[in-house]
């Protein structure tokens, strides 16, 4: 048996996945800077996750440059990318229906249905940089913070075993 200590990194990845979960059960769908900076196309796509879904969202045009400069390592640095939030969630009750297994929307899909989402857990503080953005005029995308407050334990047990 092994034991996995609690530490900053663990509890903000639980976090993310409880935020995930979160979105899924709210009709959001979710994707990572880290991501966004890597795929964004020239045609103005991104793919969301949502739930076991992929959704092929076409980004307004109003909003297209904002992400892409939100999306740019806020360290300059490609091999250990820093980004100013976690996600940009879109919602997926207005806009969206599935036809035929996939996720469509109309052409003209509203800018109000994007979210940028920064995730603290715990007492977790935002850093000058995240501080900057929230307060930062001009975006036509809302920001939030959510905060999840939940007792992690201080240890976790992972036991291998043989199959």
Not at 123 to 138: H, P, S, V
């Amino acid at each position: 048996m092994s034991v996995l200590e609690k530490n900053n990194e663990l509890q903000g990845d639980l976090g993310e996945t409880i935020f995930k979960h979160f979105c899924n059960n709210r009709q959001y769908a979710y994707i990572k800077l880290e991501k966004i900076y890597n795929t964004f196309t020239p045609d103005n796509k991104l793919i969301f996750n949502y739930g076991f879904n992929r959704v092929e969202v076409t980004i307004p045009d109003k909003i297209c440059e904002e992400i892409r400069e939100t999306c740019m390592p806020s360290n300059k640095n490609n091999n250990s990318p820093s980004f100013k939030v976690d996600f940009l969630t879109v919602a997926m009750r207005y806009d969206f229906t599935s036809q035929e297994g996939t996720w469509v929307h109309p052409p003209d899909l509203r800018i109000s249905a994007f979210k940028w989402v920064e995730i603290k857990t715990g007492n977790g503080r935002l850093t000058k940089n995240q501080r900057d953005f929230i307060k930062k005029e001009g975006g036509k995308i809302t920001r939030k913070i959510f905060r999840i407050h939940a007792e992690f334990p201080e240890q976790f047990e992972i036991k291998e075993e043989s199959i």
